[in-house]
């Protein structure tokens, strides 16, 4: 059984960790909150591209550019976003899973023959993608950018990727990450990056505020100008989306991790009051009776 000095002890231990875990959970919410606030900052740009790209689909031009270029799959490229810092739940674990169930379906789709290189962003990502690597699976750690990367750092990243995709290193990239929905939900999303698609702009926005366009210096080159751009933006985005979602997984993890050492806390007070009681109880009996037998 503990000792009083002992139950003290533990008492301010736990009540410590308590307070660290608060403090963490207030800073982790406000590098959530600047997070979504650089998103919605973004937000307007990449509307504006779309919107630019959508206009030039709906006119009667014909459009080449390579980044549009559909190749016979060889060699894909994942890059997989994930956080350098742990205290973040099962953050970069649950998304470990969603890129295994998505390269077997890479494999199901596209034989077996094909080569998979897993680019992780991250340094627990990259722990947690160590045992994906297999037959025709790599996993390469991204020591160009981290999971904080912004600016210049994550356009030279953008670039890379696509000068691979240019130069033929790869036939396909995708991005891994969690995609942001809510402080209270996160979801593992596969966003496809090269070959970009016309597809994927939808051009009714465009045809419900039709109006005269004159393009200089052609509709052709501002296509093939334009797509660099779209692609920078989405890069930005989903990196900002991901520290939004790690922050999100961290504040959730500290809740928890308060949650019990409250509760703990709270027993450990019940237990130290009711042995502090039983010793007074003795004592009092021991005095007692002294008396009655003086």
Do not use: W
Request: hydrophobic share 40%; charged share 25%.
């Amino acid at each position: 059984m503990a000792t009083l000095r002992e139950l003290k002890g533990r008492i301010g231990s736990v009540a410590s960790s308590e307070k660290i875990t608060g403090a963490m959970k207030m800073i982790s919410s406000a590098k959530m909150h600047k997070a979504e606030g650089a998103l919605r900052r973004l937000q307007p740009y990449r509307s504006a591209i779309e919107t630019i790209i959508a206009n030039l689909l709906s006119a009667d031009v014909p459009f080449t550019s390579p980044l549009v270029e559909e190749r016979p799959l060889q060699r894909v490229t994942l890059v997989v976003l994930g956080s350098d810092d742990g205290l973040c739940g099962a953050y970069n674990v649950n998304l470990a899973k969603f890129v295994e169930t998505h390269i077997d379906q890479l494999f199901a789709n596209h034989g077996a023959d094909i080569t998979i290189d897993i680019v992780a962003v991250g340094k627990k990502m990259a722990k947690a993608c160590q045992r994906l690597a297999r037959a025709n699976v790599y996993v390469i750690e991204s020591t160009e950018v981290n999971s904080k990367s912004e600016g210049d750092q994550v356009k030279s990243f953008e670039a890379n990727l696509r000068n691979q995709f240019l130069n033929g290193d790869t036939d396909c990239v995708e991005i891994l990450y969690m995609h942001f929905r809510s402080a209270g939900k996160q979801v593992a999303t596969a966003d496809k990056f090269l070959p970009l698609s016309p597809a994927n702009f939808s051009t009714d926005k465009a045809t419900a505020t039709a109006r005269p366009y004159l393009f200089e210096p052609n509709a052709a080159d501002i296509f093939a100008g334009v797509l660099p751009m779209y692609l920078l933006s989405m890069a930005q985005e989903v990196f900002i989306e991901n520290r939004a979602s790690e922050q999100a997984a961290r504040v959730m993890a500290m809740q928890s991790a308060n949650d019990n050492a409250k509760k703990l806390l709270d027993q450990l007070r019940l237990e130290y009051n009711k042995l502090r009681q039983q010793s007074i109880t003795t004592e009092l009996l021991d005095i007692v009776g002294g008396q009655v037998r003086d």
